[in-house]
């Protein structure tokens, strides 16, 4: 199937899905949310920024012939490289174990813009599912996005790397507003709980230096379900085995809010 042509649209929203921490299911989560975007009628792309240790491809049981690789060193066309999913979206998707991309260069800061700004006008929604924590080229993918959604757990590990992350992306990308999804929640209002937990950190120690505020906008809570886990181990996306189970709905609650009001 040819990719999607150029819309006569306004440029897509380009959101960075990250997380301070790996496990937290951040790419199990952009992959089910493109999925409950495109079942709104949304064109939706993610591309697979975690570029050295990606597993994308892992999830949607996907064998891509044509990589982001390929599009760099000028083996293929961008066209040619998006494949489209079970879900009704498409997907970008980045090999596997190259230690070239594991810092950030020149050439790999100027494809990654390259890729963004071809991909923007055909798409309503691009998602960049990044690779975890605050390396470089974590942060350059970020700066890519008009928006963050920051992906944490109840867990203290995550919910400390999340506090840094959104400390580093305040400071050096002036972000004043991120979007938080907290997974595998216990409890009903539990992802309440951890957006306040957070949220008064960051106005201890982060907000009296800048000149203002960050705020933290919970788009949404995952609660814990074996549905995911089944999921996973299958490589079948939730939303198409599972729709109803309680991950699934949560999860297209979670796209309703991303949609234009």
Not at 4 to 9: A, T
Not at 12 to 30: D, E, N, Q, R, Y
Not at 154 to 169: C, F, H, Q, R
């Amino acid at each position: 199937m040819t990719a999607p042509e150029l819309l006569h649209l306004p440029s897509a929203k380009i959101i960075a899905v990250t997380s301070g921490k790996g496990g937290v299911g951040k790419t199990f989560v952009a992959a089910n949310l493109a999925a409950a975007l495109a079942r709104a009628g949304r064109k939706v792309l993610v591309l697979d920024a975690d570029l050295g240790l990606a597993n994308l491809d892992v999830v949607l049981n996907l064998f891509p012939k044509i990589t982001l690789h390929d599009v760099f060193t000028g083996k293929h066309s961008l066209p040619d490289a998006m494949l489209r999913a079970p879900g009704g979206f498409w997907v970008l998707l980045a090999g596997s174990g190259m230690v070239e991309y594991s810092r950030m260069t020149g050439e790999i800061r100027d494809q990654l813009q390259k890729v963004i700004t071809e991909v923007e006008p055909r798409f309503d929604h691009v998602l960049l599912d990044t690779g975890a924590g605050i390396s470089d080229v974590v942060l350059y993918t970020v700066s890519l996005a008009g928006e963050v959604l920051v992906v944490v757990t109840p867990e203290p590990t995550s919910l400390t790397d999340a506090y840094a992350t959104i400390k580093v992306l305040a400071n050096t990308q002036g972000r004043r507003k991120i979007r938080l999804l907290v997974n595998q929640t216990r409890s009903i209002g539990e992802g309440r709980a951890v957006r306040q937990q957070l949220q008064q950190v960051v106005d201890r120690y982060v907000n009296p230096a800048l000149d203002s505020p960050v705020r933290l906008e919970l788009l949404g809570e995952i609660p814990a379900d074996s549905a995911v886990r089944e999921c996973v181990l299958r490589r079948t996306l939730m939303l198409e085995a599972l729709p109803g189970a309680p991950a699934s709905i949560a999860m297209v609650a979670v796209a309703t809010r991303m949609l234009p009001g």
